[in-house]
T-cell receptor, first 113, second 111 residues
Framework: GAGVSQSPRYKVAKRGQDVALRCDPI?????LFWYQQALGQGPEFLTY????????KSGLPSDRFFAERPEGSVSTLKIQRTQQEDSAVYLC???????????FGPGTRLTVL | QKEVEQDPGPLSVPEGAIVSLNCTYS??????FMWYRQYSRKGPELLMY????GNKEDGRFTAQVDKSSKYISLFIRDSQPSDSATYLC???????????FGAGTTVTVRA
């Protein structure tokens, strides 16, 4: 079956540009997570959705970061006025109700010049 | 200091060797412990999942958790070149959902 998909896989942005990263979770998975993985580091939690409700956004590094999941399926992570320190791989993960396993997508590698 | 510390790599071993990977953590609330494998330019893939202290074996992989020492390990027996990847430990509390990851150890198995 299809896993978690993310698009684009690679994104190059000039400093100050806005970007939008998309995540398609596994069908039926109600929980959706976004993580940020800097080069040579482990993923760091950004935000969590249960269906369309954003239950935790404590990991978002600044108010330039915004995530949504309006219909409880596809999610978009938006970064406004990108900065060089935003350069990282952005990972999306989903899990099914009552299961702990988080399944990760391939990530979007964002490079801000 | 980070909540989860992972032995820095990189590790390079000959094919057939045992690979030993370790993490320590500071949050005593962590109850669920995972090991993920991440190939270059791919997302993390779950390898092992354990609850509380003890050992778990799955094929060539063995995960150990010692909650009293706040120490977890992953052993890979009869390592293969296809095991070459970055290995990430991850953990969470029983009432939590977000994972806390180590920084990862890059392993190369030489043919």
């Amino acid at each position: 079956g299809a896993g978690v998909s993310q698009s684009p896989r690679y994104k190059v942005a000039k400093r100050g540009q806005d970007v939008a990263l998309r995540c398609d979770p596994i069908s039926g998975h109600v929980s959706l997570f976004w993580y940020q993985q800097a080069l040579g580091q482990g993923p760091e939690f950004l935000t969590y959705f249960q269906n369309e409700a954003q239950l935790d956004k404590s990991g978002l590094p600044s108010d330039r970061f915004f995530a949504e999941r309006p219909e409880g399926s596809v999610s978009t992570l938006k970064i406004q006025r990108t900065q060089q320190e935003d350069s990282a791989v952005y990972l999306c993960a989903s899990s099914s109700p009552g299961r702990d396993t988080q399944y990760f997508g391939p990530g979007t590698r964002l490079t801000v010049l | 200091q980070k909540e989860v510390e992972q032995d820095p790599g990189p590790l390079s071993v000959p094919e057939g060797a045992i690979v030993s990977l370790n993490c320590t953590y500071s949050n005593s609330a962590f109850q669920y412990f995972m090991w993920y494998r991440q190939y270059s330019r791919k997302g993390p893939e779950l390898l092992m999942y354990t609850y509380s202290s003890g050992n778990k074996e799955d094929g060539r992989f063995t995960a150990q958790v010692d909650k009293s020492s706040k120490y977890i390990s992953l052993f890979i027996r009869d390592s293969q070149p296809s095991d070459s990847a970055t290995y990430l430990c991850a953990m969470r509390g029983s009432n939590d959902y977000k994972l806390s990851f180590g920084a990862g150890t890059t392993v190369t198995v030489r043919a």
